[in-house]
């Protein structure tokens, strides 16, 4: 099925260091989310964007909607251990319908 | 219930049977999915449901998938003539009128030996 590009595919940093993943497509999304995967977890949640545009932060994660609404990025701040994990991006075209993954971007951080 | 609940966690099944999975919603969440997701990989869209009726098939890989929800709440999504390639996680999720996705059951494993 369709997917979004998402990138990087894994990121290694040190604690304390910032962190930045992105996605994009080639299509419009009217609701971008950012998840995070633990090991043998259900994604959870971090972020929900429903405006071109829009900037939100949620603690030391900041993602924002691209204007053209083809794009977004996730910002972490001051990385710590457990910030360990898969990230996902995802979109959604309609107010309700299924959700478009990434790949994920799987983050290690060294303490 | 609390949370999205999915059962059995783990199913390691042979070649050929038939396995069935099991979706428990947030009660009162109308809208319901499923989500397949293979080793290194993003989601997969399976199937989604608002309340019974399911409006969007288009991610059910073969007519060896099929899913069904009754009384608006347990889901079940079933694999006949299981093959090596549908080993993967299986994850619901459930959302509310609003339709944001928010929550995930922590998935069933399904392995084909």
């Known amino acids: 099925g369709q997917q979004l590009n998402q990138s990087p595919q894994s990121m290694f940093i040190q604690e304390g260091e910032d962190v930045s993943m992105n996605c994009t497509s080639s299509?419009?999304?009217?609701?971008w989310l950012w998840y995070k995967q633990d090991p043998g977890e259900g994604p959870v949640l971090l972020i929900a964007l429903y405006k071109a545009g829009e900037l939100t932060s949620n603690g030391r994660l900041t993602a924002q909607f691209g204007i053209t609404r083809k794009d977004s990025f996730l910002n972490i701040s001051a990385s710590i251990p457990s910030d360990v994990g898969i990230y996902f991006c995802a979109g959604q075209r309609g107010s309700q319908g299924n959700l478009i993954f990434g790949k994920g971007t799987k983050l290690s951080v060294k303490p | 219930g609390a949370g999205v609940s999915q059962s059995p966690s783990n199913k390691v099944t042979e070649k050929g049977k038939d396995v069935e999975l099991r979706c428990d919603p947030i009660s009162g969440h109308t809208a319901l999915y499923w989500y397949r997701q293979s080793l290194g990989q993003g989601l997969e869209f399976l199937i989604y449901?608002?309340?019974?009726?399911?409006?969007?098939k288009s991610g059910l890989p073969s007519d060896r998938f099929s899913a069904e929800r009754t009384g608006g709440s347990v889901s079940t999504l079933t694999i006949q003539r299981t093959q090596q390639e549908d080993s993967a996680v299986y994850l619901c999720?459930?959302?509310?009128?609003?339709?944001?996705?928010?929550?995930f059951g922590q998935g069933t494993r399904l392995t084909v030996v």
């Open positions: 999720a459930s959302s509310n009128n609003r339709g944001m996705l928010a929550f």
């Open positions: 449901f608002q309340g019974n009726s399911a409006p969007d």
């Open positions: 299509s419009i999304f009217n609701t």
